[in-house]
């Protein structure tokens, strides 16, 4: 091939490169700039009424006591509620937008830090665009889209901790490479106090990130050679140090002693019988996550990173460099790492979320019985890593692609072809959230609109002097909704509705 056919091959890949980015930003950004949007079309119902009332009248460190001592331990995750409860609905209405603005950023900066590893410049466009679209199947590709990004006690104990937890990977790098000791003693305890918050805020994305840090002290060990320092180690020791620590505070406080008496007598989760059904669960949930080809596009979004970091520069003529490039300086020796710790390292995201999602589902079989396992919001916990993983997996295939095909004299036009191929993927993967988006839309704003019409009209009896009022109630994501019971006095979602309002109690219209 002439050097100005290949020339002009290069350009026409590097012209691709914004038109991909642009189009999988725009699609991913309108699913979930809709998901933010119908943030403000949110209204209580199940556990946001009782968390309400208890932030409104007890104020952060009183529903932080509260949980302590009469509910489920969770004092982080009681701790935040009152912050995103602390001024009624507001907390809630931006609570998706922050959680996918925190998301976002996180993972367009550990982007960057894989681009940079590869040895390449990283293309925030494209990552910006990846980021977004891994983020929409984990929002809306489940049986319980409301659930996971709208609805805040689930997003407060299952979807902020993945988010705490791609920031606290950002701060494990930066910790690990720091100079000065000082400052890297401060990296040291702020991931034995996030690992203790995370130990109290969710317990199944404590079992997740605790198998992955674990496994990655383990392979970090300096005779194994991944590392060349104790500092990757002793950041992972002290995370799960946290983690112990935490979730042995939440085990052993009145509120989950109290919540452990209320469950029926069974077997041991570790019996044979459990162990069985916690199986069989666990292939249930399977089913139904591989059902869902959407989580399919971050593999393919990876491949796209993986080429796109090729187009340009690496497409020339080995040994020939473009002019007005300057010639890399060459990096310093490295010693060399057995290969079959490359493959464990490569190999470990398999392990982490095959074992971290039957725990989840062990750990909801303990507390749900068996239908524990269709408490769909939990998944979020493994599912965000899972995600992540088949992006990466996606990247170093890309990359891989991307040197074989640089041996080849049509390289530039073959990565332009794969890069038009995995974006379209990616968009097709999106294309199937669609529908679930739009029931969703339908969903929150019509319950919007008649809960407003009734909370009016409650709040006007109420200020008449009322003391017994009529509730309708209004189902929504598959959540609790007041009279789920006909003894009244087992009914926690009426009596918190009651409090909200401050009246003695109310009766289904």
């Known amino acids: 091939m002439s050097t100005a056919s290949t020339e002009g091959n290069r350009r026409f890949g590097r012209r691709l490169l914004p038109v991909a980015g642009g189009c999988l930003a725009a699609a991913a950004g309108a699913l979930i700039a809709v998901g933010c949007f119908l943030g403000l079309y949110v209204r209580p119902t199940s556990d946001d009424w009782c968390a309400a009332w208890k932030s409104r009248d007890l104020g952060v460190l009183g529903i932080t006591h509260d949980f302590y001592t009469t509910q489920n331990g969770r004092i982080t995750n009681a701790f935040l509620s009152g912050i995103v409860y602390g001024d009624g609905l507001t907390g ?50 489940g049986t319980r889209t409301y659930q996971v990004l709208l609805w805040a006690p689930a997003t407060i104990s299952h979807t902020l901790p993945s988010v705490i937890g791609v920031w606290a990977l950002l701060l494990a790098v930066w910790t690990v490479r720091q100079p000065r000791a000082g400052i890297r003693a401060g990296g040291f305890a702020a991931a034995f106090l996030i690992g203790f918050a995370i130990g109290t805020l969710s317990e199944s994305f404590a079992l997740v990130s605790g198998l992955l840090a674990g496994a990655l002290a383990l392979l970090t060990l300096p005779p194994f050679k991944l590392a060349r320092t104790w500092h990757p180690f002793t950041w992972c020791l002290l995370w799960c140090a946290g983690l112990v620590c935490g979730l042995t505070v939440l085990y052993t406080s009145p509120g989950a002693r109290w919540r452990r008496a209320q469950q029926p007598a069974r077997e041991s989760v570790l019996s044979a019988g459990e162990l069985r059904g916690t199986y069989e669960d666990w292939l249930h949930m399977w089913d139904s996550v591989t059902g869902q080809w959407a989580y399919l596009g971050a593999a393919a979004l990876g491949v796209l990173l993986g080429l796109a970091a090729g187009i340009g520069a690496s497409t020339s003529a080995p040994g020939k460099r473009e002019p007005g490039r300057a010639v890399p300086r060459r990096s310093a020796p490295q010693r060399s790492v057995p290969r079959g710790m490359l493959v464990a390292l490569l190999l470990l995201p398999v392990p982490v979320v095959v074992l971290g999602s039957f725990a989840v589902v062990l750990g909801l079989r303990s507390g749900y019985g068996p239908t524990g396992w269709t408490y769909a919001r939990t998944w979020t916990n493994y599912l965000v890593p899972m995600e992540l993983a088949l992006c990466v997996y996606g990247v170093l295939l890309g990359a891989w692609a991307r040197r074989f095909l640089a041996r080849r004299g049509s390289a530039a036009v073959a990565m332009a072809a794969g890069v038009a191929v995995a974006t379209g993927l990616a968009l097709a993967s999106l294309a199937v959230l669609v529908p679930n988006v739009k029931q969703l839309t339908t969903a929150t704003v019509t319950r919007a609109v008649a809960w407003d019409a009734q909370n009016s009209r409650i709040r006007t009896e109420a200020a008449a002097g009322a003391t017994d009022l009529g509730y309708r109630p209004m189902y929504i994501g598959s959540l609790a909704e007041p009279f789920y019971t006909s003894d009244y006095t087992r009914d926690w979602v009426a009596a918190c509705i009651s409090d909200w309002y401050g009246i003695d109690r109310i009766h289904r219209l």
Do not use: C, D, E, W
């Not at 609570?95 to 550990?110: E, K, R």
């Open 92 to 141: 809630v209405k931006i609570l998706p937008t922050v959680i996918v603005v925190a998301l976002t950023a996180g993972l367009v900066l550990l982007g960057i830090q894989l681009f940079r590893q590869l040895g390449h410049p990283p293309r925030v466009l494209l990552l910006i665009a990846g980021s977004l679209a891994v983020q929409a199947p984990v929002y809306f590709g």
